[in-house]
């Protein structure tokens, strides 16, 4: 790698401070960088790293101080998402896959888009489109009458059951299952579960991603959706008929029971569960481990079990830490009554 700090300035609008020639050869977290990486700095908390980092370069706020004059400065507004440019410019390859695999199988009822590459051993089955510059890697299988758009990216070990619809651009990783069965049993006189067909399908929208080992289940009847742009963690469960709206990102362990409708511009945090049959408005963030077990009309930022508004939960948790301070209050009042009423 060999990035000019000039060519990184013009790329992300940033303003250098010290030496404009040096080139940059590696990026590393602050603490590890060595001579001639790039770095960034971005959050409080690892202001305390500056003073010892070999790092040549430094992304950074224009709020922070800049306690050295023997590294260069990359002065930018996000650092983050500066980095993120160089990274995505000059740094991350084209996954390595091209052509199709003499040993992937493909029907004669299945058509191909123009540049669609295929790993060794996929099954794909009937009456399948995949689009334009679809790459899809080893041990696939993709089941009858799937839809998969232009330009996604299917990693190894996936499993797409049959009738879902993949749109375009979409990032789906090792592990995942699409369209599994939701969890729908119906109890007899007997109290045996007996199942209930699923024989709906699931939606992603375009440019969604879904993390390694997620598992969205197909509906029961019509479509279980993921819409544009959203976005879901490792080992993330999506039960039958829920919604996620747009740009939206659920993190790891998460999970949405069925028939649920989550907004557009949502956060789930880690292990944050859901239940089902409700519905989640728009701008809402969920903090991590945080059960929701009715509808939340407003945005804003909730948490606990049952989640509450956050700034209520906090005032809850401080009562709930001082509950040994009440007690013992409580047992000091209670002996001064009682004091009092043997004097009356």
Sequence with gaps: MKIRLDDAAKLTGGKIIGNSDITITGIAKIHEAVEGDLTFLYMETYVKHLKDTSASVVLIKPEFER?????????????????????????????????????????????????????????VGENVKIGNNTKIFHNTVILDNVTIGDNTLVYPNVTIREDCVIGNNNIIHPGVVIGSDGFGYNPNEKGE?????????????????????????????????????????????????????????????????????????????????????????????????????????????????????????????????????YAEKLSELGKKVTELEKKS
């Design 193 to 325: 579960f007996i199942k209930v067909p699923q024989i709906g399908n699931v939606i992603l929208e375009d440019s969604v991603e879904i993390g390694a080992n997620c598992s969205i289940d197909r509906a029961a009847i019509g479509s279980t959706i993921i819409r544009q742009g959203s976005k879901l963690d490792n080992l993330v469960q999506i039960a039958h008929n829920v919604e996620i709206g747009k740009h939206t990102a659920i993190s790891s362990q998460s999970g949405v029971a069925g028939s649920t409708k989550i907004g557009d511009h949502c956060i789930l945090a880690g292990q944050v569960g859901v239940v089902g049959h409700i519905e989640v408005a728009d701008n809402v963030i969920i903090a991590a481990q945080t059960g929701v077990s009715k509808t939340i009309k407003k945005s804003g930022t909730y948490f606990g079990y049952p989640a509450k508004e956050i700034s209520q939960s906090r005032k809850l948790e401080a009562h709930f830490r001082n509950l040994p301070k």
């Design 67 to 123: 306690t050295r004059d023997d590294i260069a400065y990359l002065v930018v507004d996000r650092p983050d998402y500066a980095l993120q440019q160089i990274i995505m410019k000059w740094v991350v390859k084209e996954p390595n896959l091209k052509n199709i695999d003499s040993t992937a199988f493909v029907p004669e009822s299945s058509s191909l888009g123009e540049n669609v590459s295929l790993g060794r051993n996929v099954v």
